[in-house]
């Protein structure tokens, strides 16, 4: 449920925040081909002419419709034709019986690095060419190599972004309690007090959908114990018995242990699921705040809130020494060794195929040479801009990493313990263990 809120969502974030932006949209959007050739897959030669390809993909809509706008500027590069094949929100219910019976797809987009690592063992996945993976180094941090990789080899390339850092505030409950946007930790602490002191509940918080919980802690743990611990909490390589696990979920107490700051106490909290929550917030005027990524801004303006004025937001603020992002995403793959297959995923990793995209709604780029100066509204180029900003320290979301049973399954795992330490956080250590337990059951 998460991944299709991400991707269907963020295409109305960036419709409507481009009605913030003092650019006209239609005038940004570029028209297949107009960009100068950025590799040699497009070296702006028709190398690939008679060559069919076709690439499979969960979007649909306006989503599909923008990418088919980056296929067709690759098509009038190259000649060759692309045929776009939509697997639905389940891609490997999509894929497996095609993989299975000999007839994959040239290219899959996969919604998530677990299927990258599940595909390679199944010995499904075709190696990078050299030139793709040129394309990776030139573009992207190492983090992303490794994140398209399995055993040492490289597979895919990260090829759209959702940022999931960010905190949702509706800004007259913000004037009406005299607050201001933190920038800490300890300032949105402060801030809460606030806010309720205002009689305004701070936060509704998206308790019944488990996702929201794992999206919180993984921010928390990202700034409190550093990428390098991310990354290894997210292998299991330290347990969840571990102090840096302790030091977040005290810091997320801060926010559950106390009754007045979410809206209907813990209880409430775990009835509510997104996007009901974010309605509390703006269409109800019920919270001040909201913690969730870039997509609720559309539930946002359905409610009635306009982006930029009564909906904004603020950067995570920092509980440590580092300033989290944290990233999901979609990741391009080969299924077959084929030389348009290839040729595709170079031009969607270099950095012409990123800003043609980042011209059109629904996007952000995980490439770091795609300029903020590409994306159609100011929100958006902010948004972008703090992913380049990250470098090295972004982070991809941790139970998206994880085995599904352990960060991906409702009633189970990472989403039933963290709903448990919601209704109560007294007991930190014990929370621990039982997140460790679950973990050693998810990583045999």
């Not at 595709?344 to 990123?354: C, D, I, P, R």
């Amino acid at each position: 449920m998460r991944k299709t809120i991400a991707t269907v969502t963020l295409t109305g974030l960036a419709l409507a925040l481009a009605a913030c932006g003092s650019q006209d949209n239609a005038s940004s959007t570029p028209a297949p081909g107009d960009s100068a050739p950025a590799s040699s897959a497009a070296s702006g030669a028709k190398t690939l002419d008679g060559v069919t390809i076709e690439v499979a993909a969960k979007w649909t809509g306006q989503e599909q419709e923008n990418f088919q706008q980056v296929l067709k500027a690759f098509e009038a590069k190259t000649g060759a034709k692309v045929t776009y094949a939509s697997t639905g929100e389940d891609t490997g219910a999509y894929l497996g019986p095609r993989i299975q019976g000999g007839s994959p797809p040239d290219i899959a987009i996969l919604p998530q690095p677990g299927l990258v690592q599940q595909y390679a063992k199944e010995k499904a996945l075709k190696p990078l060419t050299a030139e793709v993976q040129k394309q990776i180094d030139d573009n992207y941090t190492p983090y992303w190599k490794e994140l398209g990789s399995a055993d040492g080899q490289v597979y895919g390339v990260l090829v759209k972004a959702a940022h999931k850092s960010l905190v949702w505030y509706r800004d007259q409950a913000f004037q009406d309690a005299g607050a201001q946007p933190p920038a800490t930790w300890d300032d949105l602490i402060k801030t809460a007090q606030t806010v309720a002191d205002s009689g305004t509940a701070p936060f509704a918080l998206c308790g019944a959908s488990g996702w929201t919980l794992t999206d919180l802690f993984e921010n928390v743990y990202l700034s409190t114990a550093g990428p390098d611990n991310y990354t290894k909490l997210s292998k299991h390589e330290i347990p969840w018995t571990d102090a840096t696990v302790t030091t977040a979920l005290e810091k997320i107490a801060q926010i559950v242990g106390k009754k007045e700051f979410l809206l209907g106490g813990p209880s409430g909290a775990l009835q509510t699921d997104f996007p009901t929550c974010a309605t509390q917030v703006y269409g109800q005027d019920k919270a001040a705040m909201v913690i969730e990524a870039d997509f609720v801004a559309t539930s946002a303006e359905q409610s009635g809130a306009k982006l930029g004025e009564e909906a904004k937001y603020f950067p995570f603020p920092k509980a440590g020494d580092t300033e989290p992002v944290v990233l999901g995403g979609d990741i391009a793959v080969a299924l077959k060794d084929s030389k348009g297959g290839m040729a595709l995923l170079e031009f969607l990793a270099s950095k012409e195929g990123g800003e043609i995209w980042a011209k059109l709604p629904g996007y952000l780029s995980p490439n770091r040479n795609v300029s903020p100066d590409n994306y159609p509204a100011e929100l958006t180029k902010k948004l972008a801009q703090t992913i380049i900003s990250a470098g090295e320290a972004v982070r991809y979301d941790m139970s998206d990493l994880a085995p599904s049973a352990f960060g991906g399954t409702e009633g189970k795992g990472e989403w039933k313990l963290l709903q448990d330490f919601v209704r109560d956080p007294s007991d930190v250590k014990g929370t621990q263990t039982k997140l460790e337990d679950e973990a050693k059951k998810a990583w045999k």
